[in-house]
């Protein structure tokens, strides 16, 4: 019986302990590859990143529609809160379609500007902005509006001149010419 008990015991702590290194393995296959992906993320310029991105194919139209490729494809800096697909599916029906129109390039490309900010800002930075200024900071885009941006529960909020809010899913994707944080709505500049 205790011969049985031990071998139990033992078997235990081999599982245990196998299965310890399985995961510490694959947890460091998995930060291994993080360190590779932002590696070559970092090589690349903001429109490069997001043409690469299977989550911001509507927004790379966009740019492209807007004339903007070309400065986000420059030297830069610039941080771009870039809405995903799904985002610009929340958009209101037709909309999305009337703004890709030839003749409504001038809205498209305000709407666009309004989610760049001139200069390189990870989310540190605004967070600490945020915090010198008692919660909330606001940003100059590149259409000249500011942006109010804010934390709720750990999440980096920004709030646009209509009101609505929009939350930084991912952050501090660093390119050779700025910063992408990845947005879950479009914020409409009221022209």
Do not use: W
Request: proline share 2%; glycine share 6%; charged share 25%.
């Amino acid at each position: 019986m205790k011969t049985k008990n031990l071998n139990s015991i033992v078997l235990f702590a081999l599982i245990f302990c196998l299965t310890s290194f399985v995961h510490s393995q694959s947890k460091v296959k998995a930060q291994k590859e993080k360190v590779k992906t932002e590696a070559v993320e970092s090589q690349s310029d903001i429109m490069t990143f997001l043409k690469s991105s299977r989550s911001h194919t509507i927004l790379v139209k966009a740019i492209e529609a807007s004339g903007l490729s070309e400065k986000l494809a420059g030297e830069g800096a610039y941080t771009l809160f870039a809405p995903t697909d799904d985002a610009f599916g929340k958009l209101p029906e037709g909309t999305l379609k009337s703004l890709l129109k030839p003749e409504n390039k001038e809205k498209l490309k305000a709407i666009l500007a309004y989610h760049i900010i001139p200069g390189n800002f990870n989310s540190a930075e605004i967070v600490k902005a945020i915090e010198n200024n008692n919660g909330e900071s606001d940003f100059r885009t590149l259409n000249e509006k500011s942006i109010s941006a804010y934390t709720k529960d750990g999440i980096l909020v920004l709030t646009g001149v209509d009101g609505k809010d929009s939350e930084v899913e991912i952050s501090d994707k660093q390119q050779t010419n700025g910063y992408v944080h990845v947005v879950n709505a479009v914020m409409l500049a009221n022209e």
